[in-house]
């Protein structure tokens, strides 16, 4: 059984388990479905530890709007949560992250998506809960013309911390994709940012942007933000 709901129920995408592993999961939209409704992905409420593993598929042609939700009501000690993501030929999503799970959990989370040729990914991100939050996202632009965009807003209050280590890599020709990170600290909290721009070789006409902000609001308070830029080609924009 999914540690998840998925709303509303539609036969225009396909949830099934790993037949080799009984904690991962594929949802699926196959090709041509333009899903204007968006999807929520709530995780279950639960005192209990927490792994698993989701693959989204968006299939050539197709759109959709995911929202992921972890709400007060997860008091769950340890989450490992793992989530790939593949956009296919010109085909679009745009993915939701509302994250407020109790303020007890420890989250360790690894994020990644391929983007292929026309298509786009767009992940959006609000965390404020949770007591420590261990977040490693990696958006590939594989094809052509690929575009990826990543936002990341955060709150660390009392004594929570929160470390984001997210990269964006541009493999194929002429992708784009912004990255912003904002990120305010009070009392005790403690926010670690570190963004990544990583322009292959092969990504010749690459048009990038990485944004970090932070806000103190407490003298207590520790928060760094580390950007970080590595080019592999002279064809960049």
């Given at each position: 059984t999914p540690?998840?709901?998925i709303e509303p129920i539609s036969d225009r995408y396909i949830l099934s388990q790993n037949p080799k592993d009984e904690y991962s999961f594929i949802l699926r939209l196959p090709k041509n479905e333009q899903i204007e409704e968006p999807i929520y992905l709530k995780i279950k409420?639960?005192?209990?530890?927490l792994r698993f593993k989701l693959k989204v598929e968006i299939d050539d042609g197709s759109s959709a709007v995911m929202i992921e939700e972890w709400s007060g009501d997860i008091n769950s000690e340890n989450v490992d949560f793992e989530l790939q993501i593949e956009v296919k030929a010109s085909a679009h999503l745009k993915y939701v992250i509302l994250h407020a799970a109790s303020a007890q959990t420890t989250v360790k989370e690894l994020r990644t998506s391929e983007v292929h040729a026309d298509g786009n990914c767009e992940i959006m991100s609000y965390y404020f809960g949770s007591k420590k939050i261990e977040s490693q996202l990696l958006?590939?632009?594989v094809g052509h013309a690929a575009e990826i965009n990543s936002d990341v807003i955060t709150r660390s209050a009392n004594e929570q911390d929160l470390n984001f280590v997210w990269e964006h890599q541009f493999i194929g020709k002429n992708a784009q994709g912004q990255m912003h990170m904002k990120a305010v600290a009070q009392d005790k909290g403690m926010v670690k940012l570190e963004g990544m721009i990583n322009i292959a070789a092969t990504g010749g006409g690459a048009n990038s942007f990485l944004q970090q902000e932070t806000l103190n609001l407490s003298p207590t308070t520790v928060v760094k933000a580390t950007p970080g830029l590595q080019i592999d080609t002279n064809d960049v924009k």
């Open positions: 540690p998840f709901t409420p639960t005192t209990d530890d958006q590939k632009a």
